[in-house]
């Protein structure tokens, strides 16, 4: 260590150049990551906050909340358990007088069912009318308030906001929920629907005809684009972090080789081996837990100019994982060259 | 009392047309308490008689020991601790880690070997005697050519070694530097009984020595 911030120390221009590029190349894998988890959230927020592990569909409906319905004939063959919920889902727009129209996922819940029981507002009071809905804190954000008025499609009934809620929505849409007569209004079905789906907080299949239980994650696999966007972000934050690998290691390789006169001369003083190595890996890691942490900090100012509008977001695993990531790529590059020192020959400096 | 020995040496690069012999039955001893010289034009095999002297090669027969160990039998760890313990190198200038103040150099051979060097005060004395004391917060890059040395050989000094290999540590100096450097590799030998060997073409230093070796064409002859 004591080589490597000597050197660090004394060659500022080089090796802040050097941070400077992992800064860029952890600033990049963070703010992708980032937009990453924040899109694949803002899919499944609402579901996430209900803590569900089931979701039972029609069977016909391939895997897809809009194109399921539930009709209360088979309804009525069900008993449904404290831990089980109707949900009634329908794309809609909602609009009010000089606010901006915002595409939404309208809920419609059973007040008397764990998810509307369960729901956390930020302001407000839950629904407790047909007419009543509550909403993202995304609306909030775009000048909607408690009390507007709003019309949800073309439909001329006027809902009522008494509430926002954080962290709901779906499909990358904000979530508006209200009862199911409301759903039945808005997706324009009989009052022989009972719901689109029955969400579960325990694991457990139903047998009735014609539904289908899913997983909570084959069912958000489902979502539309959800798949294919994370493999998308999956593969450009590979791809980055095997350019990082190979950026890293070839500076870390040509630096080596700039300094091998040095480490020669120092070998051929009794200077071990085992000790240049140790400062060259020493000299990886501080360069690249250097570039992580002013990475890290330029992500974090970054994060906070956005406009709230833009889907962003971490968590610790992601984070922890990223970091360790670029870490050990770091710690790869540095070990490319060891064969360089190992091999060096002292009697190049003293020549023959 | 340190002894290093050379015996029934040779020496050879590469193989059939491209085979050149640079050491031939070389045979030399020195002790502890002698400063011996070895003169030669270029090319004459001096570096390559210091290297094989102080284990950083093997020659290609013959046998080379310090204190009765055959460096032969030793291991590459073992051999880099016999130069870090028993061995100091004065290399030519510019051999100095650029990035590394003058103090930072006595400091880094600390790190690798805390006990043994020489203590604080014999190392200003000694900074002092070569004239380089004022210099230790300075880079190499900032001294001249006769400071490098002359740090450079402090360096070697400093790790307070039994046996001291010189390759041309007057080269960058002027006359009076040689003198200073001649007499303190003579004091070194005669007073804290060091074997010191110098490989060199600088004539001006033949009066500080106890034996004065001639290598030509690989052949190495004492001076009577």
Redesign the interface.
């Known amino acids: 260590m ?2 490597a911030l ?2 660090i ?3 500022k221009l080089r090796y802040g150049l050097i941070i400077g590029m992992i800064l860029l190349i952890s600033y990049l894998v963070y703010v992708l990551s980032g937009l990453a988890y924040g899109l694949a959230q803002q899919n499944t927020q609402a579901i996430d906050s209900w803590d569900a592990q089931t979701v039972t569909l029609d069977r016909d409906a391939n895997v897809s909340l809009s194109q399921s319905l539930i009709t209360t004939a088979t309804a009525n063959k069900l008993t449904l358990t404290k831990h089980q919920a109707y949900v009634g889902q329908a794309g809609v727009v909602a609009k009010a007088k000089g606010k901006t129209n915002v595409s939404t996922q309208f809920l419609g819940l059973d007040k008397t069912q764990f998810i509307a029981k369960n729901l956390k507002l930020t302001t407000g009071h839950k629904p407790t009318t047909n007419r009543q809905v509550v909403a993202d804190t995304s609306l909030q954000n775009q000048g909607y308030r408690v009390g507007d008025h709003i019309t949800l499609n073309s439909i001329n009934t006027k809902f009522t906001i008494v509430g926002f809620t954080k962290n709901a929505k779906l499909n990358v849409a904000p979530v508006v929920y209200g009862t199911l007569g409301a759903w039945r209004t808005l997706r324009g079905v009989a009052p022989t629907m009972q719901a689109s789906a029955i969400v579960s907080q325990k694991s457990g299949k139903t047998t009735t005809s014609p539904l289908k239980t899913y997983s909570v994650q084959a069912f958000v696999n489902e979502l539309p684009g959800y798949s294919a966007q994370n493999t998308t972000f999956g593969f450009m934050i590979g791809f980055l972090m095997i350019i990082a690998v190979v950026v890293i290691a070839v500076f870390l390789y040509i630096l080596t080789m700039q300094k091998l006169p ?1 480490y020669a ?9 085992r ?1 240049l190595v140790g400062n060259t890996i020493s000299q990886a890691l501080v360069l690249v837990v250097s570039g992580l942490v002013l990475g890290a900090l330029l992500t974090f100012a970054t994060m906070r100019a956005l406009p709230l509008g833009v889907p962003i977001s971490f968590n610790l695993p992601l984070l922890g994982g990223v970091t360790l990531g670029i870490l050990l790529t770091g710690v790869l590059g540095a070990l490319i060259p060891v064969r360089l020192i190992l091999k060096v020959n ?2 190049t ?4 | 009392m340190a002894t290093l020995t050379l015996e029934h040496v040779d020496k050879v ?1 590469g193989q059939k047309t491209s085979r050149v012999q ?1 050491l031939t039955d070389v045979n030399f001893e020195t002790t502890a308490g002698e400063l011996s010289l070895v003169l030669g034009p270029s090319g004459a ?1 001096k ?2 008689f ?2 094989i002297a ?1 284990g ?2 093997t020659p290609s027969q013959g046998n080379v020991q310090i204190d009765g160990q055959a460096l032969g039998q030793l291991s590459a ?1 073992d051999r ?6 028993r ?3 004065i ?2 200038a510019h ?6 103040t003058v103090k ?1 150099q006595f ?3 600390d ?3 805390p006990k043994g060097n020489l203590s604080a005060a014999d190392l200003t004395k000694l900074l002092a005697n070569l004239g380089i004391d004022k210099v230790v917060n300075q ?1 190499p890059a900032e001294l001249s050519g006769g400071q490098s040395q002359r740090v450079a050989i402090a ?2 000094l400093y ?1 307070n070694p039994a046996i001291i290999l010189a ?1 041309e540590p007057t080269a960058a100096l002027d006359s009076e530097r040689v003198k200073v450097v001649g007499a303190l590799l003579q004091r070194l030998a005669r007073e804290q009984n060091k074997a010191i060997v110098v490989v060199t073409h600088d004539l001006r230093l033949r009066d500080f020595a106890d034996h004065v070796y001639q290598l030509m064409d690989g052949h190495l002859t004492l001076e009577s």
């Open positions: 004591f080589l000597k050197e120390r004394h060659e040095n001369v120092l070998r051929a003083q009794g200077i071990p081996a000790f002292p009697v400096v003293i020549g023959g | 690069f640079v095999g570096s390559t210091l290297t102080g950083l090669q760890h880099d601790q016999l130069r870090l313990n061995i100091g190198f290399l030519q051999n100095l880690v650029p990035y590394l930072d400091r880094l051979v790190k690798v070997k880079y360096r070697a790790q390759d």
